[in-house]
T-cell receptor
Framework: DSGVTQTPKHLITATGQRVTLRCSPR?????VYWYQQSLDQGLQFLIQ???????AKGNILERFSAQQFPDLHSELNLSSLELGDSALYFC?????????????FGPGTRLTVL | GESVGLHLPTLSVQEGDNSIINCAYS??????FIWYKQESGKGPQFIID?????DKRQGQRVTVLLNKTVKHLSLQIAATQPGDSAVYFC?????????????FGQGTRLTINP
């Protein structure tokens, strides 16, 4: 158990819908990262937050957005969902976001868009 | 561009033998490298890391070798056990304006034969 929690574990929805994925980092970690893992794209970095502020952006679509709240939990919002958005979404956390250090991954949310 | 790739998508070894998983990276500015293990249905789990000022680092039954000249990374697992069966990812860290961005390889599936 990494100490990072993600909810829900599974999510099934239809195209055009909007969903919110939730992540709670390890106790004491200030930085949260979101990743998408699909069969054809592998594990792709989406976005990073540090202490409530956006720190780095990766391959995140404009239909997706995220935020980190004062209690450091984070939410990833996916809107206007398409079939191709079906994937595993992982959240990771680390102590800081300013230097290379270990990221601890949550168990992931499996999103299926029908 | 930014890319991390693995030489072999699958690797099958006998229980008790040593395993070597290889990885090529493309960004010479990467300063930190990590190996992750992902078991079915779980998030990536940190195995070992190495910074760019080192060429070898040992953990418990695992060794990571870094060859910056040819931009090559390898993970050696000694005395492979059934519990080592998983997908292994290498990742390189890019420091983007003080923020950490991990770029993952496609992964190698390690299968242990009894």
């Amino acid at each position: 158990d990494s100490g990072v929690t993600q909810t829900p574990k599974h999510l099934i929805t239809a195209t055009g819908q909007r969903v919110t994925l939730r992540c709670s980092p390890r106790s004491g970690d200030l930085s949260v990262y979101w990743y998408q893992q699909s069969l054809d794209q592998g594990l792709q970095f989406l976005i990073q937050y540090y202490n409530g502020e956006e720190r780095a952006k990766g391959n995140i679509l404009e239909r997706f957005s995220a935020q980190q709240f004062p209690d450091l939990h984070s939410e990833l919002n996916l809107s206007s969902l398409e079939l191709g958005d079906s994937a595993l979404y992982f959240c990771a956390s680390s102590l800081t976001g300013t230097s290379a250090n270990e990221q601890f991954f949550g168990p992931g949310t499996r999103l299926t868009v029908l | 561009g930014e890319s991390v790739g693995l030489h072999l998508p699958t690797l099958s070894v006998q229980e008790g033998d040593n395993s070597i998983i290889n990885c090529a990276y493309s960004n010479s500015a990467s300063d930190y490298f990590i190996w992750y293990k992902q078991e079915s249905g779980k998030g990536p789990q940190f195995i070992i890391d190495i910074r760019s000022n080192m060429d070898k680092r040992q953990g418990q039954r695992v060794t990571v070798l870094l060859n910056k000249t040819v931009k090559h990374l390898s993970l050696q697992i000694a005395a492979t056990q059934p519990g080592d069966s998983a997908v292994y990812f290498c990742a390189e860290n890019l420091d983007v304006q003080g923020a950490q961005k991990l770029v993952f390889g496609q992964g190698t599936r390690l299968t242990i034969n009894p």
